[in-house]
């Protein structure tokens, strides 16, 4: 058939020039992260579609609850997939890695924002004095709230702009207080489990790995 | 109020099944269930209402889905919404790990201060007496909450034929501790076996229910077959499941949640909207079902019954 032969004309084509790096990350690598880092979100958009027509235990006896553990989980999980990416440059040599960081540090304030947004505006239903009493009174919402802050003003600084405009060296300083949100996010997991869990100890751990990655490589430069 | 409830006495013996023919009954059932469900097209995993046997004969008591004021909580979340770490930490572990739990044979070691201890079987303990239907709200500690249709016998006849004795302040309980057939304690959540324990007069109070069925059925096994607490007017965890042991003592027991994190459990743990947890607002609740939460009640509605035995204490010193 023309159609086919036309396909396998074009597959034949001999590409003249390879794509260079640049264009490589621009235009493949960064959709493809751009596509997994939603899929979280579109699966569950995919659910709650669900739920509104005709399956309500898509999400569970309590899908309140599903959605606010469904997003931390994710916002935790993006936290620590941006910090582990400059461990990874260390570990595999491959610098223009670092280039993947900033979006998936905004994803990871992408997802922290809906969790925070799914307790406000679903769990707590905009109950301010209740929202307020969590915040002050029980830790693990402190903690939380104290990386939202945190994450709040990474994300707000994280143009080129801004990097210009507050200089590269104070720019980095303020950068690397990511550590400090991802120690906050793996503390307020393991204050919210009860009993001692498996769950936030893992995610603990890995914290530390990437940590510690750092650090090695912080001494052996010296 | 005390609600006149059929001693064991009061039972004839003619109505008592032999435990051959019990057996016999339950085997029957199973059989015609695993039939039935075979047949059921799409049937769900877990115990299901095709597979649990039925208990019949049961006694309406005041306490009814009339008199509860709200609706049941649908049986597919009351069994598939459970917090019961012997089976995993997920709200959806019992349901998927306790599947081929086996609650039969059974027994519970009675010991402490008593005049009857000894090692009695789930028949021997279950069926001198009459079966009640009693219609609980259930409040969990984390702020959510079921209204449930039990099955069960009042605590306080159990205990009267276990007879305490007279140095006896405080009944102590035990879940099985067997990480073969509840793989959750192989890992140490927490200290197991799981423990609790209530004081006498709560224990003999005509609420506290020795539990045995919920929606007519036997217990499924993610809610704590074959035996279990219910102390309505206390947060969930009180409620012990899959119960091996009781203990007359005369000094406090410990309390698996107290042991873990004291600051957070404490020994009564009544329902109490105003008494603060470091983790959850207790002010409110969200019923399962329903979206807004709602206030929750001073001793989750049953201060009527219940408040007289905590005069004059402190319920904030006393959480």
């Not at chain 1, 509104?52 to 309590?62: E, F, S, V, W």
């Not at chain 2, 059989?31 to 019949?56: F, Q, V, Y």
């Not at chain 2, 459970?82 to 930490?89: H, P, Q």
């Amino acid at each position: 058939m023309a159609v086919s032969e036309s396909w396998t004309a074009a597959l034949a084509t001999p590409i003249i020039r390879p794509m260079s790096a640049n264009t490589l990350i621009r235009r493949v690598l960064k959709p493809i992260i751009w596509g997994l880092s939603l899929a979280p979100a579109v699966w569950l958009c995919w659910l709650g579609w669900q739920v509104l027509h005709g399956n309500p235990d898509t999400l569970g006896a309590n899908p309140v609850e599903y959605l606010n553990r469904y997003l931390g989980d994710w916002a935790l999980r993006f936290l620590l997939i941006a910090l582990s990416v400059t461990p990874l440059r260390i570990l595999t040599g491959w610098a223009q890695i670092i280039r993947f960081r900033r979006l998936l540090g905004l994803f990871a304030f992408f997802y922290v924002a809906l969790h925070l947004a799914s307790y406000i505006g679903v769990d707590q239903f905009f109950d301010w004095l209740a929202i307020w009493q969590d915040i002050v009174k029980r830790t693990y919402i402190t903690i939380g709230m104290a990386a939202f802050v945190l994450l709040t003003v990474l994300a707000a600084t994280s143009t080129k702009g801004m990097i210009k405009r507050l200089g590269g060296k104070r720019w980095n300083g303020l950068h690397k207080t990511v550590y400090a949100a991802g120690l906050l996010g793996c503390i307020h997991f393991f204050m919210m489990r009860k009993g001692v869990q498996l769950e936030p100890i893992i995610y603990g751990g890995i914290l530390l790995a990437l940590f510690a990655v750092r650090g090695f490589n912080g001494l052996r430069r010296r | 109020m005390l609600i006149r409830t059929k001693k064991a006495s009061d039972v004839k013996s003619s109505e008592i099944t032999p435990k051959s023919l019990f057996d016999q009954r339950r085997k029957f059932l199973k059989t015609a269930a695993i039939a039935g469900a075979g047949l059921a097209i799409g049937s769900i995993g877990g115990s299901t209402k095709a597979d649990a046997a039925k208990l019949p004969n049961l006694t309406k008591t005041r306490w009814n889905a009339k008199t509860v004021g709200k609706d049941l909580t649908p049986y597919r979340s009351v069994t598939g919404y459970n917090n019961f770490y012997e089976f995993g930490t997920g709200k959806t572990d019992p349901i998927t790990y306790a599947k081929d739990f086996e609650p039969r044979p059974w027994a519970i070691k009675v010991d402490g201060l008593c005049e009857n201890p000894g090692t009695y079987s789930y028949e021997d303990l279950v069926n001198p007496h009459k079966l009640e239907e009693r219609v609980y709200r259930f409040r969990c500690v984390e702020a959510w909450s079921m209204v449930v249709p039990w099955v069960g016998i009042p605590l306080g006849d159990i205990i009267k034929r276990l007879s305490p004795t007279g140095d006896a302040k405080y009944v102590a309980f035990e879940t099985l501790n067997d990480p073969d057939r509840m793989p959750g304690q192989r890992r140490r959540v927490l200290q197991w076996p799981y423990r609790e324990g209530l004081r006498l007069d709560e224990a003999m109070n005509p609420l506290t229910l020795f539990t045995v069925g919920l929606y007519g059925e036997e217990l499924p096994n993610q809610n704590g077959a074959p035996i279990r607490l219910v102390v309505p007017w206390k947060y969930g965890f009180k409620s012990i499941k899959s119960i091996v042991r009781i203990s007359f003592t005369a000094k406090q027991p410990p309390t698996s949640w107290n042991m873990s994190a004291p600051r957070e459990y404490g020994f009564y743990s009544n329902v109490n909207p105003e008494v603060n947890h470091p983790r959850w607002s207790q002010a409110k609740e969200r019923n399962i079902g329903e979206f807004l939460k709602k206030p929750t009640l001073m001793l989750n509605g049953y201060e009527e019954e219940v408040a007289a035995m905590y005069a004059g204490m402190d319920m904030r010193k006393n959480f």
